[in-house]
């Protein structure tokens, strides 16, 4: 334990936050966590409808399996114990593609537990594609490895040895003559991270893939069961957590960070302000003038990631028992690029007659924009009816692909707005900042800001999802603590 009486203070408790917020104070830091929302856990925390847990940002997660990269976090930040899960793919299917068919499609694929298998289904559906299919898969393989050793965080040439491949996953699979149809089995996972295949860096897709081919896992409590683990352990080591406080102002005098105002007027002082929230959110809390019109300028031209629409019902359970595979309804265009998707699971309710089904779509921000300027619950007649009739259209469409619903009652809606609304991310992005090939440069380094004492956690620092959220926070830390003494004091 470092010995210092450093007063820290994080904005935000989603996995961010309070990863973070774990490690630093198991370092010995004096750490508080202040949130805008009446609970803890951002995008972890699912909700209830009618007496039904609904999914907000954990629907499946990767590399839980022991020695495994999120295992390793888990066990680091002593919530494995707590976060009870079972794998996925043990009938041979974590995700099954359906492809919504143009000539150069096939129709289905399965995505399985494990590298060889794989492998061997990509063959067995692509048996032109040998020399395509040999490459890729070995460079998912090695970054598979890269990943599970920490190299991003603890690599010793340099901590981007990782980003050697950050070449357009598209042009590389271009250069290898890879069919339309392989294209879009393989498209599927920068999707994952809101990128298209075209300008997704190779590494992120591969690590993407990696994280879920190793090991896939379904929660068997709920999201805000989980949260509640996180917010627990962080209270236990010492930490505190400030609900229903939004802040407003960072306060920074010649450039150095000294606390934070919330709306309400109240201010904290710290000696370190870690923003886990979107980084445009922190830039609009910082005064004229506490940072260069340069990076101010980078910060704000940053693209995001699209937003999302999702649907929970309960179905009849006898009809549509749990799925123990998620599928994913694709449109693709003739070359193989992904044009839509649709994401639906199945899984038990707490009721044993009804099982719960969700839906997660692209958001289409313009169907939404006369609201824009509405608050939650406040948006009337007209946006109410628009999303029951974007709900009842993805519902038909889950029934030609999961069969009719018998007893289906729809349980909520949630519009890009709801989650900009609720997560504060600019015009709901999903995963935040987007890791586009373009935007390489702008996007390095986004934990370090230009104020002394203020940095940046959360999705949008290093990668989005679970695990490059809390891989995120370790390099958030490492930057605090500098690397040699965050080699010396954290061991994973
Ligand atoms: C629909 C959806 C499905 C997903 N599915 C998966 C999945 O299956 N597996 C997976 O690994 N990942 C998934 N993800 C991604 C994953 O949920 C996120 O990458 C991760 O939860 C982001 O965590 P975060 O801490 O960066 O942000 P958030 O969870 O957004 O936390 C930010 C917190 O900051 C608070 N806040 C914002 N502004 C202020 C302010 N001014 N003052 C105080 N507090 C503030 C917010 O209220 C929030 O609690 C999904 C995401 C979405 C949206």
Excluded at 147 to 163: A, V
Excluded at 231 to 241: D, S
Excluded at 371 to 389: C, M, Q, V
Excluded at 450 to 469: M, R
């Amino acid at each position: 334990m470092l010995s210092n009486s450093k007063k820290v203070l994080i904005i935000g408790s989603g996995i961010g936050g309070l990863s973070t917020g774990i490690i630093l104070a198991k370092l010995g830091y004096d750490v508080r966590i202040l949130e805008k929302n009446r609970r803890a856990g951002g995008l972890l925390r699912s909700y209830t409808r009618d007496g039904f847990e609904c999914e907000t940002g954990v629907h499946y997660l990767g590399s839980l399996a022991k020695g495994q990269i999120l295992d390793t976090f888990f066990t680091y930040l002593g919530v494995k114990e707590g976060i009870p899960v079972s794998r996925m793919g043990t009938n041979g299917v974590i995700d099954r593609y359906l492809f919504n068919a143009t000539e150069s499609n096939p129709l289905k694929f399965d995505l399985p537990e494990g590298f060889d298998a794989f492998e061997a289904n990509l063959h067995e559906g692509f048996p032109r594609d040998t020399k395509c299919i040999q490459s890729v898969v070995a460079h998912i393989r090695d970054t598979s490895k890269q990943l599970h050793n920490l190299d991003l965080l603890f690599g010793t040439d340099n901590d981007f040895s990782l980003l050697d491949q950050a070449e357009p996953y598209g042009e590389i699979l271009d250069s290898l003559g890879c069919s339309p149809g392989l294209r879009s089995v393989l498209a599927m996972a920068s999707s994952w991270i809101g990128v298209a295949v075209g300008d997704c860096p190779a590494y992120y897709h591969n690590m993407a893939l990696a994280s879920y081919l190793s090991s896939s896992w379904r929660l068997d409590i709920s999201g805000a069961a989980m949260a509640d683990v996180f917010a627990k352990r962080f209270q236990n080591l010492g930490g505190t957590i400030q609900t229903g406080s939004e802040i407003d102002k960072i306060i920074v005098q010649n450039r150095i960070v000294e606390g934070v105002e919330l709306i309400s007027g109240e201010r904290v002082d710290a000696d370190i302000v870690i923003g886990a929230i979107h980084p445009q959110m922190v830039l609009k809390m910082l005064p004229d003038g506490a940072v260069k019109p340069s990076y101010r300028h980078r910060i704000q031209k940053l693209q995001n990631t699209h937003s999302i629409f999702s649907v929970h019902a309960s179905v009849d359970a006898t009809v549509h028992p749990e799925k123990p595979y998620n599928i994913y309804n694709v449109d693709t265009d003739p070359a193989g690029n992904i044009t839509d998707l649709k994401f639906y699971q199945i899984r038990k309710s707490g009721r044993q007659e009804k099982s719960l089904l969700s839906i997660l779509t692209s958001g289409h921000d313009e169907k939404w924009t006369p609201w824009k300027e509405s608050k939650s619950g406040r948006r009337g007649n007209e946006y109410n009816s628009l999303k029951r009739d974007c709900a009842e259209q993805l519902l038909e469409e889950a029934a030609g692909v999961l069969g009719n619903f018998s007893n289906l009652k729809l349980l909520d809606v949630a519009t890009p707005l709801t989650l900009r609304d609720w997560m504060n991310s600019p015009d709901g992005s999903t995963y935040g900042v987007l890791r586009s090939t373009g935007q390489t440069l702008a996007t390095a380094l986004l934990n370090r800001t230009a104020v002394k004492g203020l940095y940046l956690a959360g999705q949008n620092v290093l990668a989005p999802g679970v695990i490059g959220t809390i891989m995120g926070s370790f390099s958030t830390v490492k930057l605090i603590l500098g690397p040699e003494n965050f080699i010396k004091n954290v061991s994973l």
